[in-house]
């Protein structure tokens, strides 16, 4: 007696089918799981025995055998628990095995019998869905996701008896319904960005904010306390364009498997806002996890934001962490059972004091920090890290009182998106389409001698770096974007360079 089924395991956030085959033996009642080495699966063991009891089902008396394959996949959580209920089930007759073997199955089981949900239903249905299997068994709680992914079509259950009475069981009874979870929602992503329009003066940094949105360009802002770094940081993902569809996929499957999407809202269309704190663990930032690796903040940021606040404070590991993502847009968790891989695409905005105590700006303000305790809190920010960074800018304080109200976000993100059509269009034929990825080799070659000879005067005289010189080309063509004209000039390069205030020589 052979009862069959279809399951999803997780890779990232890439979904495989799996079958699941159930043999039923006359021999000593035995419950065996093959192809399952993660020890969270044979936890899925004494749930399903206990589910299927639960439910006013007897579980076979028999040697049973479920087999997960292939076996070399790794497979782990509770994602399978249904399907394997389902292909016993199907073994033992107590279903029709016709229907168990048709869909795939997707969910947790409780000891009482209820499905409960699991993460990562959206990239585990697309993975059915791309396989040919278009009919999927979830858990009631995870139905608005499911239903996201085109093609699926979707059966929802919140408790095994409910579906072994759907697959022809007529004893099948529910237990009392306890109440259903739901997965953990620890940052749920950002949908009320706040809006331009409450920063008062503040026009650089304003400016530099409209230059990072419009390149995607990387973004530091160095300030004392109060002088609204944090206010203008959060306002970035207001004036970013929607993601691109490729993008609002991967963001929304991360977040799925994060346990941070809310499906009630659709398919992750606006740019994601990650802002972990410095004292977040490592795990929680990067990704990873005692069991399963599970997506850290700078993968939920892929397609948006990430926003280190008073970044010099991140344990040096964390920082040094960020150089993988930003050069390669993705990360790669090492756990015992193998190597995970998540999106990290990010626009990344860091915001710091000038020094340990805060106050050190102008001439000194009123630091009282040592010269070499202030060399020390920015070294932490390593230049790898700061070498990426295109912009970086100094905010001071602003007296509000005098200050105008700002323009709205709206009005810069038109702005923004003009910009970005711009580059688009040029880039049409490149792998990159904003100014942020342009590798240094075509800024070189294509932007305007006339242009390009201000940056090399300035390296010329030792103000900046061969690196320092590639960046103002690469915002400079941002500018050109933002100015509505095909190549940067001279003004541009020399604007750029001013968005490096802070550059000195590098
Ligand atoms: N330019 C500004 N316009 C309006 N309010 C501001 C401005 N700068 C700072 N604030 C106010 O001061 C508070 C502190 O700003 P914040 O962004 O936290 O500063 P920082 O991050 O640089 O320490 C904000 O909550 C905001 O109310
Ligand atoms: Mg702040
Ligand atoms: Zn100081």
């Not at 020094?355 to 303000?365: L, V």
Request: net charge neutral; with cysteine; glycine share 8%.
């Amino acid at each position: 007696m052979i009862g069959r089924t279809r399951s999803v395991v997780l890779t990232g956030v890439r979904g495989h089918l799996i079958d699941v085959e159930a043999h039923l033996a006359a021999s000593l009642p035995t419950f065996t799981l093959v192809g399952l080495p993660d020890a969270s699966l044979h936890e899925a063991r004494d749930r399903v025995r206990a589910a299927v009891a639960s439910s006013s089902l007897a579980w076979p008396q028999r040697r049973v055998t479920v087999n997960l394959s292939p076996a070399s996949l790794p497979k782990s959580g509770s994602v399978t628990d249904l399907a394997i209920a389902v292909a016993v089930m199907a073994a033992a007759g107590m279903i029709a095995p016709a229907s168990a073997a048709r869909s795939v199955h997707l969910g947790e089981l409780g000891l009482d019998g209820q499905v409960r949900p699991v993460r990562g239903i959206l990239p585990s249905v697309i993975a059915a869905v791309d396989a040919g299997c278009p009919h999927v068994v979830v858990p009631q709680a995870n139905l608005d996701e499911a239903a996201l992914v085109p093609g699926a079509e979707v059966t929802a259950v919140d408790s095994l008896a409910q579906l072994a009475a759907l697959y022809g069981n007529d004893d099948a009874r529910p237990t009392a319904r306890g109440p259903s979870a739901t997965p953990s929602t620890e940052s749920a992503p950002e949908t009320n960005v706040p809006d331009l329009a409450d920063v008062r003066g503040q026009p650089e940094a304003r400016w530099a904010l409209e230059v990072a949105a419009a390149g995607g360009h990387h973004l530091l802002m160095v300030g004392p306390p109060g002088a609204g770094k944090t206010m203008l940081a959060s306002r970035l993902p207001g004036v970013l364009p929607d993601m691109a569809p490729g993008d609002a996929l991967a963001a929304t499957s991360i977040h799925s498997v994060a346990g941070t999407l809310d499906a009630s809202m659709g398919l992750l269309t606006r740019p994601p806002f990650e802002a972990p704190h410095h004292s977040a663990s490592a795990a929680a930032i990067v990704g990873g996890g005692a069991r399963l690796a599970r997506p850290g903040a700078i993968s939920r940021a892929h397609g948006g934001v990430l926003f280190l606040d008073e970044a010099p404070e991140f344990p040096t590991g964390v920082l040094q962490t960020l150089r993988q993502p930003l050069e390669s847009g993705e990360i790669v968790l090492h756990r015992a059972y193998g190597a995970t891989r998540y999106p990290a695409r990010f626009q990344l905005v860091l915001a710091a004091n000038p020094c340990p105590c805060g106050h050190y700006f102008g001439r000194g303000g009123d630091c009282s920090c040592t010269p070499m305790a202030r060399r020390r809190y920015f070294a932490r920010l390593s230049g790898p890290l700061l070498d990426r960074i295109d912009l970086q800018v100094d905010v001071l304080p602003v007296r509000r009182a005098q200050a105008a109200p700002g323009e709205s976000s709206a009005s810069v993100a038109e702005r923004v998106r003009e910009a970005r059509d711009r580059a688009r269009s040029r880039w049409a034929d490149f792998p990159w389409t904003a100014s942020a990825q342009v590798p240094s080799r075509w800024l070189r070659e294509h932007t305007p001698r006339s242009a390009a000879s201000v940056a090399h005067a300035a390296m010329e005289r030792g103000r900046l770096s061969a690196r320092g010189a590639d960046r103002a080309l690469r915002v400079a063509w941002t500018l050109a974007d933002l100015d509505a004209v095909a190549v940067p000039a001279s003004d541009h390069v020399a604007r750029a360079m001013m968005l490096r205030s802070r550059d000195g020589v590098q």
